[in-house]
């Protein structure tokens, strides 16, 4: 059996549920006719939460390339340091470089921390992903609700910025200006929504369950084939109006109950691939620092940036729940670095 570069989708869900049933990687190397090393290596690499970085080779910046970065670095106020040296078009700089070249012309803030997770969060986030390992992931429809406001996360109005030069200024309005609630799904290769929730409307129970059938079953669900929504699973996070009795039986006459309704543990957004979506859609409405005069016009750049996500990279997010459920189990219930 030869070895191979990369395993399929289909082979890493074998893996994870030989694994569940006690084989060894050698085991599972001849079940698959694979090279032994490609399967302990993609074993590892989730285990890690991810691929091993490859190294690249360093260059040497010129005084000329230096002279450039600090003038991107001064007209260009919040971008990331990548950003700064591709405006220049200087490649091949690994981060670790980038950061010690711009500390000595540029400052950035720290980004907040995590809550620290308590011994029963990570009890039931094991106890979780034992539950479902055996999963077949490409059924289950991930959702959640995201906000977005007219000026974006305070944190990311701070950046690199030239020393000696002044940050730029931005609209101060009370509250931020309001928002828009937004409720999108995510399942195999496919984006449901988003859809927007009403502005000025609540999301209690009775108000959740509307506007799910409004959206998502109306326009969405009553369109599936009988065979499709037999086998999909609903996942929703915990939050009041998605967990209380009210909600739980209203699905449950939709026919989602029972192994058809995911549980899920408490204080896990990192094991919900849709929030790496909601990153992805975040990172180009608000690059730059850009703020929005309307709630309206923020909306329109929600709807724009979820065009501009493509199957795959909607597939590489639900396609890592393998490799989540084995990191969470790694680090007996901590969390994973995604």
């Not at 670095?73 to 070249?101: D, E, H, W, Y």
């Not at 996070?237 to 989602?256: C, E, F, M």
């Not at 180009?284 to 850009?290: F, H, L, P, T, W």
């Amino acid at each position: 059996m030869g070895q191979k570069k990369d395993l399929t989708g289909s082979e890493k869900s074998k893996i994870v549920r030989y694994l569940a049933e006690g084989c060894s990687s050698l085991k599972i190397a001849k079940l698959l006719k694979r090279d032994h090393r490609t399967i302990k290596r993609f074993i590892q690499n989730s285990q890690q939460g991810g691929k091993k970085r490859v190294e690249k080779p360093r260059r040497k910046i010129t005084v000329h390339e230096l002279r450039k970065v600090k003038r991107a670095a001064a007209k260009m106020p919040l971008p990331t340091s990548l950003a700064i040296f591709q405006s220049c078009n200087i490649t091949g700089v690994p981060k670790s470089t980038r950061f010690a070249i711009l500390r000595d012309m540029a400052k950035v803030r720290k980004a907040e921390r995590r809550p620290p997770l308590n011994k029963t969060h990570k009890l039931k986030r094991q106890d979780w992903a034992k539950k479902y390992l055996k999963t077949d992931f490409s059924k289950v429809l991930w959702t959640d609700e995201m906000r977005v406001s007219l000026d974006g996360p305070d944190g990311w109005a701070r950046g690199w910025i030239g020393k000696g030069q002044r940050a730029p200024v931005r609209l101060r309005r009370q509250q931020g200006g309001g928002g828009v609630l937004v409720w999108a799904g995510i399942i195999k290769d496919e984006l449901v929504g988003p859809f927007r929730v009403e502005d000025g409307v609540k999301l209690n129970s009775q108000s959740y369950c509307q506007f799910l059938e409004d959206t998502f079953f109306k326009q969405w669900y009553r369109k599936k084939s009988a065979s499709f929504k037999k086998n999909m699973i609903f996942m929703q996070d915990n939050a009041p109006s998605h967990a209380s009795k009210y909600s739980t039986a209203w699905l449950a006459r939709k026919g989602i109950k029972e192994e058809k309704l995911m549980t899920w543990p408490p204080c896990s957004p990192d094991l919900n691939p849709i929030e790496n979506l909601w990153s992805i859609i975040k990172c180009e409405i608000y690059k730059e620092g850009k703020q929005y005069t309307s709630l309206n016009s923020v909306w329109e750049a929600v709807v724009a940036a979820a065009r501009n996500v493509d199957g795959e990279q909607i597939k590489t997010l639900t396609e890592s729940m393998d490799g989540r459920l084995l990191s969470v189990l790694a680090k007996k219930g901590g969390y994973i670095g995604r």
